[in-house]
C-alpha cells in the first residue's frame, strides 16, 4: 500500500508540475523582497486570529443558538467550510480575486494553485506573498461560513458543500476582485477597510436569499426553538471579537498607526453596539439580555469593519451604537416579515455591513475624507459599493440555490428535521 | 381517583398539554425519559466504530385526575399525541388512593 | 428612517466637534513618530490578548463556578462592564489616568474623548499612542470585571453598571495614574510591572469589601452551591494563562528583553502556583482537584503580575510556590470567617497581588533591585504602594457601594435570587 | 507566618545561589545581542500560541472525547503536565536538550535552572534566548500532554505525575537535542521542521506502549464508551488548529518567509486533512462525521508538522490528503488489532508523525531537497530518523511504564474505574 | 406497602429528606421533572421575541413505605416541603403489591 | 396487568434490558433518577470545603406487563441486575387497570 500511495503521489506530482507550468515555482520565486519582520508578525498573527474567528468563534456563536440535534450539524457547516473554500482559494479563489485584472472584473490565472506565490514581499507590503495570500484565505473561508445561519438546521450537507463551492468561486472571487484585487469597484475609488461589502453584505444578503429560497423550519413560530446554549454562544462572541482585531487591523497589512486606528475603531464600535442593542431591547421588551449584548457587539463589528481604517474614535463611537439599535430593529422587522433567517445573519451582516459602507462614506477622516469631512463624492461612490454588492450577491446566490435544489435538493426531509441534522446527516450525537 | 401515565413523543408534549388544558385538567407533572418498543433506535458512528442505539427519546406525562374524568381524558390525550407512526407511545392507568396539596393540606378531588 | 438617522448623527457630529473644540484632531496629529512595527506587532496582539482574558476567559472562569440559574447573568457582568467601561474610559478614564499630571494625583482632561490621541509614537516608546492607549483600555476593564467574582449571584443589573462607572472614574483612573500616569507613587519608584497594586490589590479589596456590604447568598453554608460546569473554568483558566502573556510580557511595551524576562517568569509563576495549590490542598483534604490547580495557576498568574519584568526565573519559581500555597490558605481562612465572597476574589487578586507586590520589594533583580539584592528601600517603597493602594480602595468601594444602595439598591430580591440571575435580570435561559 | 516564609524564602535563595553558582547570571548577561523586535514578537506569539494548543485546546480536544464522569481527571492530565513538565524543563530538561553537546547524545548542565539563559539574542536568531527557551518549553510540555490520550479514563493520578517526569527527563530531552540541540540525528541532517518526529513520532508510539502496557478499559468493547460532549472536542480542534500556527511558522524562529511557508503549508494540510477523513469514512460507513472532520484535521496537522518550513503548498496539500485516508485506516485497523488507544493518538500522531517525516524526504522543496526533488540521500535520512525515534520511544517507555508500575501501580482500581476519575481521583463533578 | 409519590420545589429536597431520614425512612429516589400547575411559568426572550413557559423546574419523591408508615410519612413530607406559596406540589399514594430488593431478593417490609 | 418499577445501577442498564427481551419483553421506560439508601455516596471538595453527596446515580426501568409474566420478569430482572453489592437496587410491583396504545387505541394485554 506503502508502495502503491508513492507511485500515485508521484505520479500527481508530475501531472501537476506538468499542468502548473512550473511546479517549483514556489522554491524559486528569486530573492526575497524587503519583508518587515514586525509587519509579517502582526499579518501572520492576523491571519490565525481569523482562523480563530471562523473555528472555534462563529461556530460556536452559531452553535450555541441551535437546538441540541443539530449543534454538531451546525458546527460541521463551519468546519466543512472551512476546509473546503481554504483549498479552492489555494488551487482557483486566489488567483481569480488577485490575479492580475482582467477587464476590471476579475482576475487571471496566473495564481492558479498559488503558481509564483511566494516567499517575497507581496507588492506595496512588507509581507510574503504566501501570507497575503492566506490573510486573504481566511475572509474568504469565513465569509461563506456567515451564510450558514441563515438556513441552520435544515440545509442537506450535500447541497451545502456545492453551494459553498460554487458561491465562494462564482460570488465571492470575483467581489474580492472588484473591491480589492484592481476590479471596477476599487478602481473607482470605493472604500472598504476590511470587507463591509465583499463580506458582510454579501453574506447577509446571500443569506437573505437563501432564507426565503429554502423556506421556514419545520414548526417556525410554533414550536419553541430556543438556544441550547447561550454560554456557547458567548463564548463563540467572546473569539469573534478578539479574532475580529485580526480581521479588521491586519487590515492594514502591517503593524502601523493604521493598524491603531483600525483597532481602537474596532473595539469602540463593538463595546457600543452591544450597548445600543441591550438599551434598545430593554426599552422594548422590560429586559437585557446576555444574547443582546453579544448580538449587538457583532453588529457592531460587523457595521465598523468597512470604515476601521479610516474612523476616529468618536465617529466608531457614534458608528457602533447606530449599529445596535439598527440591526436590532431589522431582527424585529424579521420576526413581522416571516421569513426564517434563523440566525439572524441579514438582520446583523446584511444590515450592519450596508450600514458600514455608507457610515464610510459618511464619516471617513483618517486617510480618506466622507461627507461630513468635505468629500460628498466618496458617499456617492459608496453607494455604488453597496447597491452593486447587493444585486450582484441576491441574483448570484438565486441561481446558485437554483441550480444545487436541481442537482442534489437543498433541504432534509421533514423526518430527517424532526430527528436533527447531528443524527440524520452525520450519525453523531453530541452529548451523552 | 386515577393515576394516568402517557408516553409520547417529546414534540407532541405542548399540542397534549393545551389539549388537556382544554377539558379542565390543571395539573400535571412531566418526565424526560428514554423509550425501548417497537420504533428503532439509531445507529452512531464513533472513529470508525458504529454503535446501535435502542432507546428513543420520549415524554412521560404524569397526570393525577378524578375517576369520572377518565374516560375524556384518555381520549383527549390519545388523540392530541397520536400522529400514526410507531412509537406514539401508550397511556396506563391505576388506582390512586388519595392525593394531598402540600400548600393547604387539602385532600381528595380538590387538591388536583 | 435612514434620512432622520443621518440628520441626527450629522447633530451628533456638530455637537462633538463644540465639545471636542478640534473633532478632527485624531486625523491631524502630524507626521508619524518613530513607530517600530515589531513593537506595535506585539502590542496590537497583547491588547487583543488581555480581550481574550476578560471575555471570553474570565467571564467563563466565573461563570463555570455559579450555579446553573446564573450563569448568563454572570457571563453579563463580564461583558457588559467591558463594555461599559471601554467607553468610559475612551470618553474620560484615560485622560483622567494617563493625561499630564496634575499635582501627582490625576491627570488633566487633554485626552477627553482621545482628543490628541494618535498614530503618533507614545512617548518612549516605538508604539502609537492609540495602541498605548487601547492596551491600558484592556486593563480598566478587566479590573472592574474581576471584582464581579465576590458579589455573583445576587447583585442587581442596574446596581453592576451604576458601580461598574463610578468605581472605574474614582478608583481606577486615579489610581492608575498615581502608579503608572505620573502621579505620586510611580515618582517615589513604585515598582508595579503589570498592575499588582492597580489591577489585583484594588480588584480584590474591592472584592472584600462588596462581599461584606452584600452579605452572604441566599442559603450560604445551608444549600449546596457547587458550580454547575467546572470544564468551562478550566477553558477560562486557559485562556486567561493565554492571555496574560499580553498582560504581563505587553507591559513591556515592546518585543524586547523585558518582555521575554516577564514572559518566561509569568509562565513559571503559573505553573508553580498549581502545583503548590494543588499540594497544598492534597495534604489537607487527601485529594488533588482539578479547581485546585485552576485556581493555583490563576494564583501564581495574579502574584507575579507587579513583578514580572523584573524577576529572574527561579525568583519567580519561589513567588509561584508561595502565591499557590498563601492564596489557598485565604480561601481556607474565609470559609472559617464566614464572609460570602463568592468566587474568591479576595484570596487569589487581594492576596496574590499583595505579596506579588512585596515580593518584587524583595526579589526584583532584572532592571530595578530588590532587598534581597542589596535595595531595602525598594521594599519600602513597595510597602507604601501596597497599603496605601489598599486603604485607598476599600475606603472608597465603600463609599460607593454606599451610594449605589441609596440610588438603585444593591441586591436583588430573594426570591429573585430563588429564581437566579438569568431569568430574573435577564428573562433568559442558558441550557435548554 | 509572613516573617516566617520570608526567612524561609531567604534561605531558599541562598541555597539556590549556591547550587546556580551564580543565580544572579540572569540579570547579568551584558548587553543584549541584536534582537530584531518583530521576529521577537513572532516568537512571544508563537509561545502563547503554543501554551494555548495545550490548555485549553490539547486538554479539550481529548475531554470531550470522555466519559462525562472523567472529565475533570482527563483536563486535570494535561493541566498537571504543562505546569510540571514546564518547571522540570526550567531546572533541567532545557539543559539536557540545548546544553553545548557532549558526544552527540545529550546536553550539558550549563543551563540548569536557567543559569546563562537571559535577554540576548539566541545564537543564529534575532530573539532572547529567554523566549527561545520558553518556546521550546511549550513543545516539551505539549509532546507528554499528547500521550494521556491513551490511557484515559484509568490511569492513576500519582502514576501519571511520576511518568511524566521521567518520561520528559528520559525520552523527551534526549530527543530534541539529537534533532535540535546539536545531537547526532541533527548533525546527520535529519529534517524535521517543527517535530514530526521530536513531538508526534515520540508521544504517539509512548502511547501505543501505554494502551498495551495499561490494558483495555474496563468494559471496553461491550459498554458504549461515546464521547459525552463532541462540541468541546470541536472547540479543542479550533484552538489546536489555531495555536498550531505557532507550533509550526513559530519554528522558523522569526517573522519571516520560511514562517509564511510553514503557516501557508499547516493550513492547507489541517484542511486537505479533514476533508479526505471525512470522504474515507463517508465511502466506508455512509455518513460524514463531524468527529471525522476533526480528527483529520488534527491528522494533517501532525502530519505536516514535520515538512511544513520545507513543502510547498501543493505539496501539503497532497500530504495533507494522504494523512486523513492513512490515519483514518489506521484507527479502523486498530478496532481489529483490539487494542485499547482511548482518543487514538497512535493512530493520529504515531502514524501521522512517522508518515510526515518520511514524506519530508520525499516532497521536501524549500530550503532543502527531498527525493522528488533530486536527494534521495535525504529520504534515508529521515527513514533513520522515524525508525530510530520510533526503537527508542518504544523501549524507553517500556522500561519507565514498569518502574512506575513497580514503584506506585499504573491503574486505578476497577471500583474507581466505575466511578469515573473525577470523583475517584480528585472528589470533583464536573457538572451540576 | 404504599408507593408514595410526592412533587416538591426543588430547593426543598434536602431538607424533606432530612425530616424523612428522621422518622426512620432509609431509601427514597429521586427524579428531576416539569410540572404544570397553577403556579405561574416565566417569560423567555430570544432576540426580540417573547415566549411564555409553562412548566416549572419541581423534584419527584418516591419512596415504597410500609402501611403502617403512611400517616407519619404524609405528615412529615406535608410539613417539611411546606412555603405556603403556590407550587408547593402535591402528594401521590398508591397501593403497592410487593417490594423486592436486588441484592438480596428479600421481599415484604424488610426489602424496603 | 401489572407495572414493575425497578431501580437498578446505570451500568446494568443494557445487560437487563437484554435479559427482559430475552423472555419476549417489548417494551420499557427508562428515567435516569437518584437514589437515596443503605449504599454511601461519596464527598466532593470544592475549594477548602467538602460536601457530602447522598444521593447516588440510579436508572428507573418501568415495565407494564401481563399478570401471568410477573414471576419470570422479576425473576429475570433480578438476576440481571444483582451484582451482590450494595445498592443493587429494588423492585416494585403494582396493579395496572388499563394500557392503550395511542397509535392504534388498542387496550389489554395486546397494547403492551
Ligand atoms: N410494556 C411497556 N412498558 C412500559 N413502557 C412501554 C412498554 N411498551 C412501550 N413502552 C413505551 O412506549 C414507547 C413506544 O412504544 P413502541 O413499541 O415503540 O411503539 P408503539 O407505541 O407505537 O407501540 C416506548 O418507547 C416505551 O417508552
Ligand atoms: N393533577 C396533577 N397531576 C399530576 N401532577 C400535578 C397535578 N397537579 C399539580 N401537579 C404537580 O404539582 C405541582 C404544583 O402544582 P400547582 O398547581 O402549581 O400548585 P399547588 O401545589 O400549590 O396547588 C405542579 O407543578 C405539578 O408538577
Ligand atoms: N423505600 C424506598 N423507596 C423508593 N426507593 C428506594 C427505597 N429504598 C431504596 N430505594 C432505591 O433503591 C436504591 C438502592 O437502595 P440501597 O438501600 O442503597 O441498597 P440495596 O438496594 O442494596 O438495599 C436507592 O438508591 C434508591 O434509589
Redesign the pocket.
Known amino acids: 500500500m506503502k508502495h502503491s500511495t508513492f507511485s500515485l503521489t508521484w505520479l500527481l506530482v508530475v501531472i501537476l508540475c506538468v499542468l502548473g507550468g512550473a511546479a517549483t515555482g514556489w522554491a524559486q520565486d528569486g530573492t526575497p523582497g524587503a519583508i518587515d519582520t514586525g509587519d509579517t508578525a502582526w499579518i501572520l498573527v492576523s491571519s490565525a486570529f481569523v482562523l480563530c474567528m471562523t473555528l472555534p468563534g462563529l461556530a460556536l456563536f452559531y452553535g450555541g443558538l441551535v437546538r441540541s440535534k443539530n449543534i454538531l450539524g451546525t458546527l460541521a457547516h463551519t468546519a466543512v467550510i472551512l476546509c473546503l473554500i481554504s483549498i479552492v482559494w489555494v488551487l482557483l479563489g486566489y488567483s481569480l480575486a488577485f490575479g492580475t485584472d482582467v477587464g476590471g472584473v476579475i482576475g487571471s490565472l496566473e495564481f492558479l494553485g498559488l503558481m509564483g506565490v511566494g516567499q517575497d514581499a507581496f507588492p506595496g507590503t512588507g509581507i510574503p506573498h504566501l501570507i497575503f495570500m492566506v490573510f486573504q484565505l481566511m475572509f474568504a473561508a469565513i465569509t461563506v461560513a456567515l451564510i450558514t445561519g441563515s438556513f441552520a438546521e435544515r440545509m442537506k450537507f450535500t447541497a451545502l458543500l456545492l453551494f459553498a463551492v460554487l458561491w465562494s468561486v462564482l460570488i465571492y472571487s470575483p467581489l474580492a476582485h472588484w473591491v480589492w484585487g484592481g476590479g471596477w469597484l476599487g478602481e473607482m475609488g470605493a472604500l472598504d477597510f476590511a470587507g463591509g461589502a465583499v463580506v458582510h453584505i454579501s453574506s447577509g444578503f446571500a443569506a437573505l436569499v437563501c432564507a426565503l429560497v429554502l423556506g421556514q423550519r419545520k414548526g417556525y413560530g410554533v414550536e419553541s426553538m430556543l438556544p441550547h446554549n447561550l454560554p456557547m454562544t458567548v463564548l463563540g462572541t467572546g473569539l469573534l471579537w478578539f479574532g475580529w482585531f485580526g480581521f479588521n487591523a491586519g487590515s492594514a497589512l502591517g503593524a502601523n498607526g493604521g493598524a491603531a486606528t483600525a483597532f481602537v475603531a474596532t473595539h469602540i464600535a463593538a463595546c457600543a453596539g452591544g450597548l445600543s442593542w441591550m438599551v434598545a431591547e430593554w426599552v422594548k421588551t422590560g429586559k437585557p439580555t446576555m444574547l443582546g449584548i453579544a448580538s449587538g457587539i457583532i453588529a457592531g463589528l460587523a457595521t465598523i469593519t468597512p470604515g476601521a481604517g479610516f474612523l476616529s474614535p468618536l465617529s466608531a463611537l457614534l458608528i457602533g451604537l447606530v449599529a445596535g439599535v439598527l440591526c436590532y430593529a431589522a431582527v424585529v422587522l424579521k420576526i413581522r416579515l416571516g421569513y426564517d433567517d434563523s440566525l439572524d445573519v441579514v438582520a446583523i451582516h446584511g444590515v450592519g455591513g450596508f450600514t458600514g459602507i455608507l457610515a464610510t462614506g459618511l464619516f471617513a477622516s483618517v486617510g480618506a475624507q466622507g461627507l461630513f469631512f468635505g468629500n460628498p463624492g466618496q458617499f456617492v461612490i459608496q453607494v455604488v459599493l453597496a447597491v452593486s454588492t447587493l444585486v450582484f450577491v441576491v441574483i448570484g446566490t438565486y441561481v446558485i440555490l437554483k441550480v444545487v435544489d436541481a442537482l442534489v435538493g437543498l433541504r432534509i426531509s421533514p423526518e430527517e428535521e424532526e430527528t436533527g441534522l447531528d443524527l440524520s446527516q452525520h450519525s453523531e450525537r453530541a452529548y451523552s | 381517583m386515577k393515576l394516568v401515565k402517557a ?1 409520547i413523543k417529546p414534540f407532541k408534549l405542548d399540542e397534549v398539554k393545551d389539549a388537556l388544558t382544554e377539558i379542565g385538567i390543571q395539573g400535571m407533572t412531566v418526565t424526560e ?1 428514554k ?5 428503532k433506535g439509531h445507529k452512531e458512528t464513533y472513529r470508525g466504530t458504529e454503535y446501535q442505539i435502542d432507546f ?1 427519546p ?1 415524554v412521560k406525562l404524569e397526570l393525577a385526575i378524578a375517576d369520572d374524568m377518565e374516560e375524556k381524558v384518555i381520549e383527549t390525550l390519545g388523540k392530541a399525541a397520536k400522529t400514526g407512526s ?5 397511556i396506563f392507568i391505576s388506582d390512586l388512593n388519595s392525593v394531598i396539596r402540600i400548600r393547604t393540606g387539602e385532600t381528595g378531588d380538590g387538591a388536583l
Open positions: 408516553i425519559v423509550g425501548f418498543g417497537r420504533q428513543v420520549k410507531i412509537g406514539d407511545g401508550k
